[in-house]
């Protein structure tokens, strides 16, 4: 049977969350560098928080202050949690999100490692949240949001959860024009955050529509070929199985190369194509009322 977009997602992510991807590994680092994280922030939390997956940094635009209770959306290994937990302090808290089971258990093993008490888990889709109305002071989330078959949904789940005068700090990717049909049809360029983005005018209008005020979609203007920080990291992916849809596997994770499981995917559709001209790293702002 096939499987919906969401169950490749998850298990394309799984995979990695399996692998040693971490900052262990010196392209990872740069590439968590190249998105806005400083040497500082990665050196101090584990390195196996980083997988080198993000497309900026949500906690340096978030403002959080001690006692704000923030949530991260696809929290992956807790790199963002654990950076948000010491912001908003013991008298805070920070929640992580996730629908990968392994990645919650790379996240909640780097928490207990840093014996953080004012963090928490739970695993979920980010367009059901498991979270009590107005209960919540900031979301913010890293190269997710553009994962999302609904994102119209994902977008209200958040007015849902925030109080009156909450905030979004959002990173993720965004479309500046049209794909070509090679990307938009290619299942793989939608697990590797670029087929499934959508347009920042259109990010903007579905934040208006979920409720939202004060609503900036900004271009970063990173260089998305980052990701080739990674090529050259060998052994840092689980290898999938062959008759898996993971069976191809984005440069995010692997080099691509003739002996490896990348070749003839969505590597090769960024040799061919430089995704700087239709996608960008945008940080995204809004307030609910």
Do not use: W
């Not at 949690?81 to 999100?97: C, D, E, S």
């Not at 977008?155 to 959002?170: D, N, S, T, W, Y």
Request: hydrophobic share 40%.
């Amino acid at each position: 049977m096939k499987q919906s977009i969401e169950e490749v997602v998850r298990d394309k992510y799984g995979a990695i969350a399996e692998s040693s991807l971490s900052s262990a590994h010196a392209g990872v680092r740069r590439v968590a560098e190249a998105f806005g994280y400083s040497a500082e922030e990665l050196a101090s939390i584990p390195a196996e928080a980083n997988m080198g997956l993000s497309c900026g940094n949500p906690t340096a635009t978030a403002n959080l202050r001690p006692g704000e209770v923030v949530v991260d959306l696809g929290c992956g290994g807790g790199l963002d949690v654990l950076l948000a937990a010491r912001k908003v302090g013991p008298t805070g808290k920070a929640i992580g999100v996730d629908m990968t089971p392994s990645m919650l258990d790379r996240a909640r093993a780097n928490a207990k490692q840093q014996g953080l008490e004012n963090v928490e888990f739970h695993q979920a889709t980010i367009d059901k949240l498991p979270l009590a109305d107005s209960s919540v002071d900031c979301v913010i989330s890293n190269c997710v949001i553009n994962l999302a078959p609904d994102k119209g949904a994902v977008l209200r789940e958040i007015a849902r959860v925030l109080k009156p005068g909450g905030r979004v700090a959002v990173s993720d990717i965004a479309l500046k024009k049209a794909l070509p049909p090679e990307i938009e049809k290619d299942l793989y360029a939608y697990v590797g955050c670029v087929a499934g983005a959508i347009p920042i005018e259109e990010y903007e209008r579905a934040l208006k529509a979920a409720g939202f005020a004060d609503v900036e979609v900004v271009d970063l203007k990173k260089d998305l070929n980052a990701y080739g920080e990674v090529e050259g990291q060998t052994g840092c992916c689980a290898p999938p199985a062959l008759d898996s849809p993971l069976a191809v596997v984005d440069s995010a994770c692997c080099p691509p190369a003739e002996s490896n499981a990348v070749h003839g995917g969505f590597a090769r559709l960024l040799k061919d194509f430089d995704i700087n001209d239709f996608a960008a790293s945008v940080q995204v702002y809004a307030l609910k009322p």
